[in-house]
């Protein structure tokens, strides 16, 4: 797959690469495994004389001889024999004086399993070269919640040292639609909500299925189930590398949330534990998952709901993981059927979440929400409020438009309406054919 999207991130880092003219930049590219961060970074050096380092979990000495290569491969050369980080990156460093630079360092936070003084040593050598030298230093890794402390937490040695930071995202719906027509031309409705459900626009998972031809649904479905697929492994790949040995129980507290149970109190009471300290984990530090409260709720509220935050990894934990049995035994028929009985419920569920994405990629808006009674008799899919044009609307989302009722919608409505009062309101209905 071409590539796409991204232009806002490489202008970007067009700027920083500017101003490291001058003196030198230090980014670091954020974002899941999958996200498209070394693609993003080697893109951003072409045609510049710049180095790409990955950082292999080896003997320091190994890692040096390796990376000296490559080094002088890319034609800069190094004095000696280098066996120590530090005098690798020091030498990358002064050799930017006179020529700059552009120094990109791979799976960073591997560094740790190499020797954990490099960070140290990095920002030793940063301090006393960056104002005399001209590199434009930029660092990603696969392992989100490492990248983060490493320069977010004030007890690190890079804290503070990065002179910026690039989050990369998913790429929206509309980038997404446009992948997808550029492969099939005629796609439906349902292919774009099957590729917006398996993949969340993450690139990797995109370029795979578009890769392969996967361009409609039913190509999807039996695609990710087949013997080969990244989809089937991916998913516990993504998160134990995170959590290390300690997974297990994260793994059941998103089981759970993908099933359904997604009140606090639904995972106590079926695990027969306090899920709290895991629950505020997965949230906080790892972004896997994200709470919600009705609109119109207090701070604080509640009467919360929790949700994995990532598309493809709650398709993973809804159908991937709950079917090991049929992996393990090579029985991916059997998979496939498991998914394909859950998918019209299940893909019903995913269709709101993608009108109310599409909704806030596209619309004016000051807040996007959903509403539920405490105790759960009522709910509204969506609501949309714009305060600065006093306007509201109120959003049936069906899969069969058939079944959308905006005279039940009115009256579910009227538990919301003191919270409206100011407020035009305007009632719709969202089906699979608005897709």
């Known amino acids: 797959m071409r590539f796409y999207n991204r232009e806002k991130e490489l202008e970007a880092l067009k700027r920083i690469k500017e101003r490291s003219e001058y003196s030198s930049t230090f980014t670091v590219i954020m974002g899941r495994r999958r996200i498209g961060k070394t693609t993003l970074m080697v893109k951003s050096a072409e045609g510049d004389r710049s180095v790409y380092l990955f950082v292999s979990r080896v003997a320091e000495p190994l890692l040096c001889e390796k990376l000296q290569k ?5 034609r800069i050369e190094i004095a000696g024999s280098t066996t120590k980080f530090r005098d690798l990156f020091k030498a990358l460093m002064i050799s ?19 020797n954990p003084a490099i960070y140290g040593e990095i920002q030793e050598i940063w301090d006393l070269y960056k104002d005399t030298t ?8 696969s392992v989100h919640s490492m990248m983060v402390g490493l320069f977010e937490d004030s007890k690190e040695p890079l ?3 990065a002179t910026s930071k690039i989050e990369l995202r998913p790429f929206p719906i509309s980038v997404m639609k446009t992948i997808l027509k550029e492969y099939n031309p005629g796609y439906a409705s349902d292919d774009i909500l099957a590729l917006y459900m398996l ?7 995109l370029g795979v299925l578009m890769d392969s031809r996967m361009d409609t649904a039913d190509k999807m479905i039996d695609g990710i189930t087949s013997i080969d697929s990244v989809f089937i492994r991916d998913g516990r790949d993504l998160v134990v590398s995170e959590f290390g040995r300690d997974y297990r129980t ?3 507290i998103m089981q759970l949330i993908a099933g359904g149970k997604n009140r606090r109190g639904e995972i106590d009471s079926v695990l027969g534990m306090e899920t709290g300290a895991y629950l505020r984990r997965l949230e906080d530090e790892y972004s896997f998952i994200r709470q919600s409260s009705p609109i119109f709720s207090e701070p604080g509220s509640r009467n919360a709901r929790f949700c994995i935050a990532d598309m493809y990894l709650r398709f993973y934990f809804r159908f991937i993981l709950p079917y090991q049995d ?24 995913v269709l709101e979440d993608y009108f109310r994405q599409r909704i806030v990629e596209e619309e004016e808006y000051t807040e996007v929400g959903s509403y539920w009674s405490r105790k759960g008799d009522v709910e509204i899919d969506i609501i949309v409020l714009n305060d600065l044009d006093k306007t509201a609307d109120i959003i049936e989302v069906k899969r069969n438009p058939k079944k959308l009722d905006m005279n039940a919608l009115m009256v579910k409505a009227e538990t919301v309406k003191h919270d409206l009062k100011e407020h035009d309101v305007r009632f719709r209905g969202l089906s699979i054919d608005d897709v």
Do not use: W
């Not at 490559?70 to 890319?74: F, I």
């Not at 001209?134 to 890794?141: F, T, Y």
């Not at 993949?199 to 998972?205: A, I, L, M, Q, S």
């Open 70 to 74: 490559t080094a002088e491969e890319a």
């Open 96 to 114: 930017s004086r006179e020529e700059p630079l552009t120094i990109m360092i791979d799976e960073f936070q591997d560094l740790k399993y190499v």
């Open 134 to 141: 001209k590199v434009n230093l930029i660092v990603c890794g």
């Open 159 to 161: 804290f503070g040292r």
């Open 199 to 205: 993949t969340g626009g993450v690139p990797e998972y």
């Open 250 to 252: 994260y793994f059941s």
């Open 326 to 349: 049929h992996i393990e035994s090579g029985r991916r028929d059997l998979l496939n059927k498991a998914i394909r009985n859950g998918l019209d419920e299940y893909s019903g569920r």
